[in-house]
């Protein structure tokens, strides 16, 4: 079986709170590739019943913008590659950021399912401006917060939906 999901998305945003919520436990596996280093987290998850794993893309080498953006697609276009799901996080707090968009832009190449969590949604004041990130014209989007675990009921029948 492969259901393996990747949490991309800019630093900051709560990938790897979202990851640890998802896990309960964080199993570091690192790699190095092309001069870059990036660390790349997998775990094992459960919902409903279904077994899926987790990788959650951190560990940026950040010294310019350029290098920042470079890393996020590469990020990004391997989880395009390697995973069955592909779950964008983005920041509520923050807004549609360009870089936001830049990703976007990569994701709706694929057709693999995108799952977007409009993330740092701990209260309902939050949900109506969740809904801007439908701009990035990505549809399956969920409001939720990884801190206090509201919303991610919903995003995870659904994930468990699109395997
Ligand atoms: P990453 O860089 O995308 O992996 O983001 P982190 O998981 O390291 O989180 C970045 C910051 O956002 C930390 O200070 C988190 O505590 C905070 N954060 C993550 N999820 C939430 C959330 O749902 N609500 C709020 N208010 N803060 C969050
Ligand atoms: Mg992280």
């Given at each position: 079986?492969?259901?393996?999901?990747?949490?991309?998305?800019?630093?900051?945003?709560?990938?790897?709170?979202?990851?640890?919520?998802?896990?309960?436990?964080?199993?570091?596996?690192?790699n190095?590739?092309?001069?870059?280093?990036?660390?790349?987290?997998?775990?094992?998850?459960?919902?409903?019943?279904?077994?899926?794993s987790?990788?959650?893309?951190?560990?940026?080498?950040?010294?310019?913008?350029?290098?920042?953006?470079?890393?996020?697609?590469?990020?990004?276009?391997?989880?395009?590659?390697?995973?069955?799901?592909?779950?964008?996080?983005?920041?509520?707090?923050?807004?549609?950021?360009?870089?936001?968009?830049?990703?976007?832009?990569?994701?709706?190449?694929?057709?693999?399912?995108?799952?977007?969590?409009?993330?740092?949604?701990?209260?309902h004041?939050?949900?109506?401006?969740?809904?801007?990130?439908?701009?990035?014209?990505?549809?399956?989007?969920?409001?939720?917060?990884?801190?206090?675990?509201?919303?991610?009921?919903?995003?995870?029948?659904?994930?468990?939906?699109?395997?």
């Amino acid at each position: 079986m492969g259901n393996l999901v990747a949490i991309v998305g800019r630093p900051n945003v709560g990938k790897s709170t979202l990851f640890n919520r998802l896990t309960g436990t964080r199993q570091a596996i690192v790699n190095e590739e092309a001069g870059v280093t990036r660390d790349r987290l997998y775990g094992k998850a459960f919902w409903n019943g279904v077994e899926f794993s987790v990788v959650d893309t951190g560990g940026y080498a950040t010294n310019s913008d350029d290098i920042f953006e470079e890393e996020i697609r590469k990020q990004v276009l391997i989880a395009i590659e390697e995973a069955d799901v592909i779950v964008f996080v983005v920041d509520v707090i923050t807004g549609v950021t360009d870089y936001d968009e830049g990703v976007a832009e990569l994701l709706r190449r694929t057709n693999k399912p995108v799952l977007v969590l409009v993330n740092k949604v701990d209260n309902h004041d939050r949900i109506p401006e969740a809904s801007y990130f439908y701009s990035m014209g990505l549809e399956d989007l969920f409001p939720i917060s990884s801190i206090n675990g509201a919303g991610t009921g919903e995003f995870l029948d659904r994930l468990v939906e699109v395997f």
